[in-house]
C-alpha cells in the first residue's frame, strides 16, 4: 500500500500570497494518478487536479499541480478568501487500494 | 449533471451490519467510463477509500485491505444505485461515509470528480 505524507500540516498565509503544498509518496505513483482535493468544513472534497497537473472543471487557473514519481506539489498563485481550506493528496487509478494523506491545513494570518 | 444523494441510517449498533445506498442522477452505475466507490473520514483516521465496483464487461470491485473481509459493494442496475454493507462494526467504523465517481477518459482515471452529500454514521448501542 503506497503511503501519502504531506506538508506542512498547517500554512498560515495572507489572501493574496501563495501557497506551496508538499506530498511525498511511499513509492513511485504510476501513470501519474495523483490528485488533490480541497474540502471545507461541513462538506465533501472537491476535486481540483487529477493526473498530478491537470485542472478539474471549473477550477481556476490560480490552481495548478506539479510533480512525478513520489514528490508532488500543489501550488495556489495567489490566494483568495474562499481557498482557506484543508487540502488532501491521493493517489489512485489501477491499482488499489487506494490513500489519502492527511492534509494540509491552509488558514489565514 | 452528475448527482449522487446518499442514505441509509445515521446510528448502528456495534456487531451489526451498517448498510448506505448511493443514488445515481445523470450517469450509470453500469458505465465503461465510471468506477463507483466509497470513501469513509473520521478524526482519528483522516479520509480513508473504503472500495469501488465498475462495470467493463462484467462486474468488478476493489476493496481496501483494513475492511476487506468486512465489505461488499454492490451494484443494482435497475435502481441505478450501489450499495454499501460494512459487517460486524465496531466503535472504530464511526465516520461520516462518502460515494463517490470516478471517470476513465481516454487519458485514464480522473480522479473522484461527483461526490454525495455524505452521511454521518455512529456505532453505538
Known amino acids: 500500500e503506497i503511503m501519502l505524507t504531506q506538508s506542512p500540516g498547517t500554512l498560515s498565509l495572507s489572501p493574496g500570497e501563495r501557497a506551496t503544498l508538499s506530498c511525498r509518496a511511499s513509492?513511485?505513483?504510476?501513470?501519474?494518478?495523483l490528485a488533490w482535493y480541497q474540502q471545507k468544513p461541513g462538506q465533501a472534497p472537491r476535486l481540483l487536479i487529477y493526473?498530478?497537473?491537470s485542472r478539474a472543471t471549473g477550477i481556476p487557473d490560480r490552481f495548478s499541480g506539479s510533480g512525478s514519481g513520489t514528490d508532488f506539489t500543489l501550488t495556489i498563485s495567489r490566494l483568495e478568501p474562499e481557498d482557506f481550506a484543508v487540502y488532501y493528496c491521493q493517489q489512485y487509478g489501477s491499482s488499489p487500494p487506494f490513500t489519502f494523506g492527511p492534509g494540509t491545513k491552509v488558514d489565514i494570518k | 449533471q452528475v448527482q449522487l444523494q446518499q442514505s441509509g441510517p445515521g446510528l448502528v449498533k456495534p456487531s451489526q451490519t451498517l448498510s448506505l445506498t448511493c443514488a445515481i442522477s445523470g450517469d450509470s452505475v453500469s458505465s465503461n467510463s465510471a468506477a463507483w466507490n466509497w470513501i469513509r473520514q473520521s478524526p482519528s483516521r483522516g479520509l480513508e477509500w473504503l472500495g469501488r465496483?465498475?462495470?467493463?464487461?462484467?462486474?468488478?470491485?476493489d476493496y481496501a485491505l483494513s475492511v476487506k473481509s468486512r465489505i461488499t459493494i454492490n451494484p443494482d442496475t435497475s435502481k441505478n444505485h450501489f450499495s454499501l454493507q460494512l459487517n460486524s462494526v465496531t466503535p472504530e467504523d464511526t465516520a461520516v461515509y462518502y460515494c463517490a465517481r470516478d471517470f476513465f477518459s481516454a487519458s485514464g482515471w480522473n480522479g473522484l470528480d461527483v461526490w454525495g452529500q455524505g452521511t454521518t454514521v455512529t456505532v453505538s448501542s
Open positions: 513509492q513511485s505513483v504510476s501513470s501519474t494518478y
Open positions: 465496483t465498475y462495470y467493463r464487461s462484467k462486474w468488478y470491485d
Open positions: 493526473g498530478a497537473s
